[in-house]
T-cell receptor, first 113, second 109 residues
Framework: GAVVSQHPSWVICKSGTSVKIECRSL??????MFWYRQFPKQSLMLMAT?????????EQGVEKDKFLINHASLTLSTLTVTSAHPEDSSFYIC?????????FGPGTRLTVL | GQNIDQPTEMTATEGAIVQINCTYQ??????LFWYQQHAGEAPTFLSY??LDGLEEKGRFSSFLSRSKGYSYLLLKELQMKDSASYLC??????????WGAGTKLIIKP
């Protein structure tokens, strides 16, 4: 299957700082990428849908000014958590669509102190 | 509204067979997916069904009945490493994935 990478795998930061997470489709082009968040023992929650060359579509309740998404190329989407706070600590997972299938990156574990 | 239902948790014995059911009600249908997610890891793709019937892939099989809004994932010859959450997801008419809450499968020796 297609490969999606995510970087970094984990990050620890101080409250108030910003963190950027990269998501790359390695062997295919993805016009659509997705960003999910998952808290411990909870379901995947879709945060936003990112389309190459256009603005991301955010799910209800997700602050677009806090979670900045840039999908500048067909193989790269970035999520920036701005002014991170402890409640933003979570497992952030991206996925990329190839045809109808969605392939997930390995996830980024964010801990905000 | 859109809804995906699957059991919260199931327990099975190593070497046995287990069937995880999923029922759905969505706005349109462009396929049903099963993913496996081990604790602390991202989901991995298992199967995709868009036509009625059974798709077999090694120890795992997935079945779909569109008229009943029903699918199941069948796992044979269970191994301890199969302990994970299994996520059912349906692609709706907008090609968006609607996710079930996942079924935690516990395998006992």
């Amino acid at each position: 299957g297609a490969v999606v990478s995510q970087h970094p795998s984990w990050v620890i930061c101080k409250s108030g700082t910003s963190v950027k997470i990269e998501c790359r489709s390695l062997d295919f082009q993805a016009t659509t990428m997705f960003w999910y968040r998952q808290f411990p023992k909870q379901s995947l929650m879709l945060m936003a849908t990112s389309n190459e060359g256009s603005k991301a579509t955010y799910e209800q309740g997700v602050e677009k000014d806090k979670f900045l998404i840039n999908h500048a190329s067909l193989t790269l989407s970035t999520l920036t958590v701005t002014s991170a706070h402890p409640e933003d600590s979570s497992f952030y997972i991206c996925s990329a669509r190839e045809d109808r299938r969605q392939f997930f990156g390995p996830g980024t574990r964010l801990t905000v102190l | 509204g859109q809804n995906i239902d699957q059991p919260t948790e199931m327990t099975a014995t190593e070497g046995a067979i287990v069937q995880i059911n999923c029922t759905y009600q969505t706005s349109g249908f462009n396929g049903l997916f099963w993913y496996q997610q081990h604790a602390g890891e991202a989901p991995t793709f298992l199967s995709y069904n868009v036509l009625d019937g059974l798709e077999e892939k090694g120890r795992f099989s997935s079945f779909l009945s569109r008229s009943k809004g029903y699918s199941y994932l069948l796992l044979k010859e269970l191994q301890m490493k199969d302990s994970a959450s299994y996520l059912c997801a349906v692609m709706d008419s907008n090609y968006q994935l609607i996710w079930g809450a996942g079924t935690k499968l516990i395998i006992k020796p």
